[in-house]
T-cell receptor, first 113, second 111 residues
Framework: NAGVTQTPKFRVLKTGQSMTLLCAQDMNHEYMYWYRQDPGMGLRLIHYSVGEGTTAKGEVPDGYNVSRLKKQNFLLGLESAAPSQTSVYFC????????????FGSGTRLTVV | KQEVTQIPAALSVPEGENLVLNCSFTDSAIYNLQWFRQDPGKGLTSLLLIQSSQREQTSGRLNASLDKSSGRSTLYIAASQPGDSATYLCAARYNFNKFYFGSGTKLNVKP
């Protein structure tokens, strides 16, 4: 099925460890986004990309880095995980700047202990 | 900063009832508004997308309306079913990187 695929689905990290979350879409979408979802705070934009090789900061970028080396993939990295980064992370994509809406992945539940 | 508010935060209704979920946004200069459904531990499934030039969109038992001037959108669910139980999120788009979500309404439809 076409869509947005996130890996892994679950992960537990120790404080200070690093990891990379992978987002892959097979819809040839130009725009891709990383959000985090926390109770009572809705979804907040971490980083986004408007095309291959481009990235930009969103609302809450501190502690995260991203890369978009290929159009279909958008990676989110945590260099030194902190308990405050415990959250559910969602990747999304859109064919353009959002006129036709957004497609979301199923999420990655990350716990930092 | 634009804000999106959803009321109520939780709603419990008996099966078969018609219901309305509310979404309000502070800045009326939106491009579009999208309603999503989220099941526990799952991702977001798009339900309806309303462009700023539209007043409503319908899909099956769902109808979403948009009133830019008052900063409101409603999601109407007709003849609710237990399978409709989920959290419903609205999101207002102002730009490709300005897409603001409400905190959601958790719906429970009792058999």
């Amino acid at each position: 099925n076409a869509g947005v695929t996130q890996t892994p689905k679950f992960r537990v990290l120790k404080t200070g460890q690093s990891m990379t979350l992978l987002c892959a879409q097979d819809m040839n979408h130009e725009y891709m986004y990383w959000y985090r979802q926390d109770p009572g705070m809705g979804l907040r934009l971490i980083h986004y990309s408007v095309g291959e090789g481009t990235t930009a900061k969103g609302e809450v970028p501190d502690g995260y880095n991203v890369s978009r080396l290929k159009k279909q993939n958008f990676l989110l990295g945590l260099e030194s995980a902190a308990p405050s980064q415990t959250s559910v992370y969602f990747c999304a994509s859109s064919i353009d700047s959002g006129h036709y809406g957004y497609t979301f992945g199923s999420g990655t539940r990350l716990t930092v202990v | 900063k634009q804000e999106v508010t959803q009321i109520p935060a939780a709603l419990s209704v008996p099966e078969g009832e018609n219901l309305v979920l509310n979404c309000s946004f502070t800045d009326s200069a939106i491009y579009n508004l999208q309603w999503f459904r989220q099941d526990p531990g799952k991702g977001l499934t798009s339900l309806l997308l309303i462009q700023s030039s539209q007043r409503e969109q319908t899909s099956g038992r769902l109808n979403a309306s948009l009133d830019k001037s008052s900063g409101r959108s409603t999601l109407y669910i007709a003849a609710s079913q237990p399978g409709d139980s989920a959290t419903y999120l609205c999101a207002a788009r102002y730009n490709f990187n300005k897409f603001y979500f409400g905190s959601g309404t958790k719906l429970n439809v009792k058999p």
